[in-house]
């Protein structure tokens, strides 16, 4: 009918992050594409639910996609979209990321305690209380930092701020500059870590949709906002944490660079404590021939990210240099490094679990002597 819009189900997380990250993608689709409507279902998923223990600890990669996926898988919505650092090298074969959005700030930020304004961390004192949850920014900060203790800081940004501001517990938290800065907190920032204090979390700073892997109305939808740059730099990241079949268990973090006619990655793999560590670069060129150009195979993808209107062979050299690199790190001490992190988060995991069963043991007995 004429003048009947196709309306999109959209489905997000319900945090603010999510939602203000939800409603970008939609605005920028809505400039594009006039004759969409676009309806937001928003849901809490399992990582909203649990607060009380490290993500690191949990043991699940997909704490807060899960749900989300479910939907998509469903046909309840027709897209999602992530935080890609968020989202696991590996998703299920029947969804895709339809498209990376243009990368915002790939750093780490510190925000102080209202009482330490106006201080770096070379300001603080030797003995003071970092709040984060990353291994990695633990790991590499812990390097730089070694006298500072590192404790974990959970919940949504509000409450991290909020815990930061009114526990009197933490001196400064660390968290990334996207994030911040997509909640209009710039004026909390007091310091972006350069990649020579704290290189990032694969693919942090970039936003992705999710999507059907055979929905053809959804991927072209999505295709214009595919972003060049940020796609490449992103497949060449993923496929190194792929490849070292890394996630957010080991404290692993990249620095990518990009130009007309060459992909640069660097990464690192650091032990738990920090004291170790394997850093390395790869840089590859972009074949100009186009006789270079191989054909995908019907539905193959990067790390899950699709090719879309990029260059396969441009996505291929991404992706090569992100396997190269892990391929050079794992014969290397690294691969002694990253089995010994996994080892730890593994008993980590188990530890928290037998936390949290004698909890509940005791809240048992507690109701229990209550009511008798
Ligand atoms: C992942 C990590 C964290 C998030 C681990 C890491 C930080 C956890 C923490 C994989 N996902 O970075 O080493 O600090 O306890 C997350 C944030 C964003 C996406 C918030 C943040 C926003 C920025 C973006 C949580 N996921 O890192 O401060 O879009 O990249």
């Not at 749900?67 to 992530?82: I, P, R």
């Not at 500072?148 to 517990?169: A, P, Q, S, V, Y």
Request: some cysteine; proline content about 2%; glycine content about 6%.
């Amino acid at each position: 009918m004429e003048g009947t819009k196709t309306v999109v189900k959209v489905g997000s997380r319900k945090s603010q992050l999510a939602l203000i990250q939800t409603n970008t993608i939609i605005a920028k689709l809505k400039e594009i594409h006039s004759n969409y409507e676009f309806e937001v279902v928003s849901m809490t998923t399992t990582g909203d639910k649990i607060l009380d223990s490290a993500l690191s600890k949990i043991g699940a990669k997909d704490l807060f996609t899960r749900e989300l996926e479910l939907a998509l898988e469903k046909g309840d919505v027709d897209f999602v979209v992530h935080s890609l650092k968020d989202l696991p090298t590996r998703i299920v074969d029947s969804l895709v990321i339809g498209c990376v959005y243009k990368r915002d700030s790939e750093y780490d930020a510190v925000v102080m305690h209202p009482k330490h304004k106006g201080k770096k961390l070379d300001d603080l004192d030797e003995n003071s209380v970092i709040g984060t949850s990353s291994l990695r920014r633990a790991a590499q900060l812990a390097r730089r930092f070694p006298t500072f203790k590192f404790e974990n800081i959970r919940g949504n940004l509000n409450t991290r701020l909020k815990k930061l501001d009114e526990d009197n517990k933490y001196d400064a938290i660390i968290l990334a500059e996207a994030g911040l800065v997509r909640m209009g907190w710039n004026d909390r920032i007091a310091q972006v870590l350069t990649p020579s204090e704290c290189m990032y979390a694969v693919s942090q700073g970039a936003m992705a949709v999710e999507c059907r892997a055979g929905d053809e109305k959804t991927l072209a939808l999505l295709s214009p906002i595919h972003d060049q740059d940020t796609a490449l730099q992103c497949i060449a990241e993923r496929a190194f944490l792929k490849q070292l079949e890394g996630g957010c268990s080991v404290p692993v973090c990249v620095c990518s660079t990009l130009t007309d006619s060459q992909i640069s990655l660097k990464g690192g793999v650091y032990s738990i404590d920090g004291k170790q560590s394997v850093i390395d670069t790869v840089t590859k060129t972009f074949p100009e021939e186009p006789a270079a150009k191989k054909k995908a195979t019907n539905g193959h993808t990067f790390s899950a990210i699709v090719h879309g209107n990029i260059e396969l062979v441009l996505c291929q050299t991404a992706e090569a240099a992100g396997m190269e690199l892990a391929n050079r790190l794992l014969v290397t001490e690294a691969a002694d490094i990253l089995a010994e992190a996994k080892r730890q988060t593994a008993e980590a995991v188990i530890a928290e679990q037998k936390r949290k069963e004698q909890e509940a043991v005791e809240k048992a007995k507690m109701a229990e002597t209550a009511s008798s």
